[in-house]
């Protein structure tokens, strides 16, 4: 299994980052969540694995540790959660 970049995954989340249409994002940590605000395809790689498109994700909160979003998402207003 490889090594998490989060300290404590039951803690809340203490910090955000919205996240730009059309722009590849990666993160020094992996979220704790993303939450998605218009629901569309999230494309994420997860740690150090493949990238992978989850498709018709709803909108709202999910418990996803990635550290990339990747530009060809089309879900809209979203936010990283740290």
Do not use: C, W
């Not at 809340?12 to 605000?37: D, P």
């Not at 498109?53 to 060809?72: D, F, K, R």
């Amino acid at each position: 299994m490889a090594e998490t970049k989060v300290s404590d995954q039951t803690r809340s989340a203490i910090a955000a980052q919205t996240i730009t249409a059309s722009t590849t994002v990666t993160f020094t940590n992996l979220t704790r969540a993303i939450y998605v605000g218009t629901a569309g395809n999230l494309t994420v790689k997860f740690d150090g694995t493949t990238t992978i498109t989850l498709n018709n994700v709803a909108n709202g909160y999910h418990p996803l540790q990635v550290e990339v979003i990747n530009q060809s998402t089309t879900a809209g207003d979203v936010v990283a959660l740290f």
